[in-house]
């Protein structure tokens, strides 16, 4: 049987983060580098524009859409559509046994071993130490139908009290309804988060700085990529911008596109990095594992 690893994107206006196409395919691409098990990638989204066609897409169960509390909402990320993992019936959305794993990641080493467990749930363990912290929500394992308590007990006047208790959206609610004892990655195993000395083969950022923030750092810029032996398209700030892109458009296929800030609200489709310098070209070249540049309006 088959592992599922999936991922979830969807807009959360006013968020603190704005996740894209470009952040879904760069993490494929680390997981299809670092896991040798028989997996199937998958990304649960009604927004399946520009991510990778090798990518399944699963169409959200569409509930929980919006749910805020009353600790826990205005810019934080609000993630009980998430819960639907533990329907009931989720192997016919989600597949008999998946990997549930958030975007905000660098995978930088094997993980076969972390994620070839033989339990029926797995999740992080906490982020801090305190009594508001039980499991962190970045990654999670499970067998589908297994803790089914957590979707059919679930309410907003129960993700309140959560809230009080716990620290997160579905991540309290999950402390709350699952309780104490549950399977978990630690340090020891190779999860991580940013602001611990360990770097670990599974790093989450959790919080303000997501990785793409961070690609002055070595070790980020080596792992957070896609593969190389792609051509990227620049689009600059000259007028001639639209006549020279529309001349390489018909030389060649591009891979995907860099653009500076007034090129990309005027570009039709989807732009994979906004830059305003050669510096910011240059990281996001590398991040985007585009080994070919074609400039155009530079």
């Known amino acids: 049987m088959s592992l599922t690893v999936l991922t979830w994107l969807w807009s959360q206006p006013g968020g603190r983060t704005a996740f894209t196409a470009t952040h879904v395919n760069i993490w494929a691409a680390m997981v299809r580098r670092h896991c040798t098990l028989d997996i199937d990638l998958a990304c649960v989204t009604d927004m399946p524009d520009g991510i990778d066609p090798s990518i399944r897409i699963i169409t959200p169960p569409g509930e929980f859409v919006g749910l805020q509390t009353r600790r826990w909402r205005g810019n934080r990320p609000n993630c009980y559509r998430r819960l639907t993992m533990f329907r009931r019936d989720a192997a016919a959305i989600f597949g008999e046994r998946f990997l549930c794993m958030d975007l905000d990641v660098v995978i930088g080493d094997n993980i076969d071993a972390i994620v070839d467990r033989p339990e029926d749930l797995v999740i992080c363990g906490p982020s801090s130490d ?18 089914p308590h957590v979707y059919d007990d679930f309410t907003p006047e129960g993700a309140e009290e959560a809230s009080r208790l716990f620290v997160g959206s579905d991540q309290a609610w999950l402390g709350h309804s699952l309780g104490p004892g549950e399977a978990t990655w630690s340090i020891d195993d190779g999860v991580t988060r940013n602001g611990v000395p360990e770097m670990g083969a599974i790093r989450f950022y959790p919080g303000h700085i997501k990785p793409w923030d961070l690609l002055d750092d070595p070790w980020v810029a080596e792992h957070y990529r896609m593969d190389g032996d792609r051509h990227g398209l620049v689009l600059g700030y000259r007028r001639s911008v639209w006549d020279e892109a529309r001349a390489a458009m018909a030389r060649c296929r591009f891979d995907g596109v860099i653009a500076f800030p007034a090129a990309a609200e005027k570009w039709p489709g989807h732009v994979d990095a906004v830059a305003e310098s050669q510096d910011q070209i240059d990281r996001a070249a590398r991040m985007l594992g585009f080994d070919r540049l074609t400039f155009c309006g530079a």
Request: glycine content about 16%.
């Open 130 to 147: 305190g009594p508001r912290w039980r499991y962190n929500g970045s990654m999670l394992l499970m067998t589908a139908g297994a803790r």
